[in-house]
C-alpha cells in the first residue's frame, strides 16, 4: 500500500503548528506527530497593526527547528500558512521577506475566506459526521486569535457564512486597559460582542431553524470534549446540557484558576474565557441543541486539500458548489436575477468547453467565470448608470468563501468592464497588481461575460439551449430559441467584435425557432 507523507506548518496567532501526516487511498488521512510552539504573534497584530522584528526572529528560529524535524521523515510535501496574525499586520511584507531570508520557506498567507474553506475541507475529512449533520440547519462556528466565522448550511448547501471580528485573542488585547478597572471580565466580553451577535441573527437566523452546531477553534474545542475515550472525532457531540455545564466551569474564574484547573499554561487560559463567552453566546443565538466538536485543524484541511489533488481520496463533498452558492447568495442579497443568471451560466459554460483549446483557464478558471456570471450585475441595486463599477466595488467588499484574494480580484476586475470599454494591459497594470497571464485571464472572462450577456439582451431567456463548436477560426453557436430573436441579433455586433479581438476567432450566431 503506497504511503504519501505530507507535513503543514500553521503559524497561527497564538502558536505555530507542525503536523505530520501520512496519507493514503485505504486509510484516508492520518496524524502521525505534532508539534505546537506557543507564541503569540496576534498580540502585538491586533493591538498595535505591527509585528516586532524580535518576534519576527523567534518565528524564523521555530520555523528552522521545525524544518529539522520535517526533513527527518523525509516527507513528500510541505506546505507554510499564516493566518490573521501576520495577514493583517501593516508590515507583513516585511515579515515574510525576513522569515524567507532566514528560513528559504515560502509562506502563503491565507485570505480568510481560503482559511475558513480549508477548516471546512478538515471537518469534511471526518467521514459521515459533517454530510450528516448539514442536512438540516446547521451552524459552523469558527474561532481563532482574531475572528469568528459564521456559517450556516441547510439542505446540504452553504446558505450564507461571515466574518466577525471577534476573535479570542483580539477580544482580550481591546479589553485589557477596561478589565483593569473592573472586576468582571466576562460582563464586559459579553457588552462588547453582544451588538455584532445580534446584527447576525436578525439578519440570518430569524427565520431560519438551526438544529446543529459545529464547533471549530483551536485548542478550545479540545477542552471542551476531552473524554478520552472519544478518540474517533465523528462521535464527538455533546448535548446542550452537557455544553452548559462545560460552559459554567469556565465563567467566573481567574486565569490563574482556569490554568490549575485545565493543566494549561497562563496564556491559553487568558483565553480560554473570552473563548467561552463568544461560543455560549453564539450556541445561544441560534438555539440549536446538538453540538458536535470535531477537534480538527487548518492543517488537517490542508492535508486533505494535497490529498484531494493528489487524488488519494474520493471528496464527497463537493466544495465548488460551496462557492457558488456563497455567490448565489450574495447576489440575491443585492437583488439580481436568478433566471437571468442561469440562463448565462447554461450558455457561458458550453462556450467555455468549446475553447479549451484555445484558452488558458483552468478547471479553476471555470468557476471563476461561473462566479462572475452570478455577479455580473449585482451592480445594479446600487446605480443602472454604473452597474460595472458597482459591480466591482460590491466582489471587492465582500467574502466569497473558498476564493484566494487574488481570485476574487481577477473576477471583479472582469465585471468591471462589463459595460465600458476594456482597457488595455498598460492601464490596467498602472492600477492594480497584475501580471500579464492575470490579464490575459481578466479578458477572457469578460469577452464571455459580455458576449453571452449581449445573448440575453431582453433578459427574457429567449435561448433555450446552445451547442457551441469550433471550426477553424469561427466559433459557431446554435441556438434554440423560443420567441422572436431580433432584438438580440441586433444587438451582438459590438461583443462579436470584442470577442474576436480576445480569442482570435469570430462568433457566427445561428438560431432555431422552437415551439
Request: proline share 0%; net charge negative.
Given at each position: 500500500m503506497a504511503v504519501t507523507c505530507f507535513a503543514a506548518i500553521d503559524i497561527g496567532s497564538y502558536d505555530i503548528s507542525l503536523e505530520i501526516f501520512e496519507v493514503s487511498r485505504k486509510n484516508g488521512i492520518h496524524c502521525i506527530d505534532k508539534i505546537l510552539r506557543r507564541l503569540e504573534i496576534g498580540k502585538g497584530s491586533f493591538s498595535e497593526g505591527v509585528i516586532h522584528m524580535e518576534m519576527?526572529?523567534?518565528i524564523g528560529n521555530v520555523l528552522i527547528d521545525f524544518n529539522k524535524i520535517v526533513k527527518s521523515y523525509h516527507v513528500d510535501d510541505l506546505r507554510v500558512i499564516a493566518t490573521s496574525a501576520i495577514r493583517e499586520a501593516t508590515n507583513s511584507p516585511f515579515v515574510l521577506g525576513r522569515l524567507k531570508q532566514m528560513t528559504g520557506m515560502d509562506i502563503?498567507?491565507?485570505?480568510?475566506?481560503?482559511?475558513?474553506?480549508?477548516?471546512?475541507?478538515?471537518?469534511a475529512s471526518v467521514e459521515g459526521r459533517f454530510e450528516e449533520m448539514i442536512k438540516n440547519g446547521t451552524a459552523?462556528?469558527?474561532?481563532?486569535g482574531g475572528s469568528v466565522q459564521v456559517s450556516l448550511f441547510d439542505k446540504s448547501r452553504l446558505i450564507t457564512t461571515q466574518n466577525i471580528k471577534i476573535g479570542n485573542l483580539r477580544l482580550?488585547?481591546?479589553?485589557?486597559?477596561?478589565s483593569a478597572k473592573s472586576s468582571n471580565f466576562d460582563e464586559l466580553v459579553s457588552q462588547l460582542i453582544s451588538f455584532d451577535i445580534e446584527?447576525?441573527?436578525?439578519?440570518y437566523i430569524k427565520d431560519r431553524k438551526i438544529e446543529n452546531i459545529i464547533l471549530n477553534g483551536?485548542?478550545?474545542t479540545e477542552m471542551i470534549f476531552n473524554d478520552p475515550k472519544h478518540r474517533d472525532r465523528s462521535t464527538r457531540v455533546l448535548s446542550r446540557a452537557d455544553f452548559d455545564k462545560w460552559y459554567r466551569k469556565i465563567t467566573g474564574k481567574s486565569v490563574s484558576e482556569l490554568a490549575m484547573q485545565n493543566n494549561i499554561p497562563m496564556e491559553y487560559a487568558s483565553l480560554l474565557r473570552p473563548s467561552a463567552i463568544l461560543y455560549y453566546s453564539?450556541?445561544?443565538?441560534?438555539?440549536a441543541q446538538m453540538i458536535w466538536t470535531p477537534g480538527t485543524h487548518l492543517s488537517r484541511g490542508l492535508a486533505y486539500e494535497f490529498a484531494e489533488n493528489q487524488g488519494l481520496l474520493k471528496v464527497k463533498h463537493n466544495f465548488e458548489d460551496d462557492i457558488l452558492s456563497c455567490a448565489r447568495q450574495l447576489s440575491k442579497r443585492y437583488a439580481a436575477s436568478k433566471t437571468h443568471t442561469e440562463n448565462l451560466d447554461m450558455m457561458a459554460t458550453a462556450i467555455f468547453d468549446s475553447l479549451e483549446s484555445l484558452h488558458g483557464m483552468t478547471s479553476r478558471g471555470r468557476l471563476m467565470l461561473r462566479v462572475g456570471l452570478i455577479l455580473h450585475d449585482v451592480g445594479k441595486y446600487i446605480s443602472y448608470n454604473y452597474i460595472s463599477e458597482c459591480s466591482y466595488h460590491i466582489v471587492m467588499a465582500n467574502e466569497i468563501i473558498g476564493l484566494s484574494h487574488k481570485e476574487q480580484s481577477l473576477i471583479a476586475l472582469a465585471l468591471r468592464y462589463t459595460t465600458v470599454h476594456f482597457p488595455t494591459y498598460e492601464e490596467l497594470v498602472f492600477e492594480n497588481d497584475i501580471n500579464m497571464e492575470d490579464y490575459i485571464v481578466i479578458a477572457e472572462m469578460n469577452a464571455i461575460i459580455r458576449l453571452v450577456n449581449a445573448l440575453d439582451r431582453s433578459h427574457l431567456q429567449k435561448v433555450k439551449s446552445i451547442k457551441a463548436d469550433l471550426k477553424g477560426e469561427k466559433l459557431v453557436l446554435h441556438l434554440d430559441v423560443a420567441q422572436d430573436y431580433a432584438l438580440e441579433m441586433g444587438m451582438l455586433k459590438g461583443e462579436i467584435k470584442n470577442f474576436g479581438e480576445v480569442y482570435g476567432i469570430l462568433p457566427v450566431i445561428k438560431t432555431r425557432r422552437i415551439v
Open positions: 519576527v526572529n523567534e502563503r498567507v491565507l485570505s480568510n475566506a481560503e482559511q475558513r474553506f480549508l477548516n471546512y475541507k478538515a471537518m459552523i462556528i469558527d474561532l481563532d482580550r488585547e481591546l479589553l485589557q486597559e477596561a446584527s447576525f441573527r436578525k439578519m483551536d485548542f478550545i453564539l450556541v445561544e443565538m441560534t438555539g
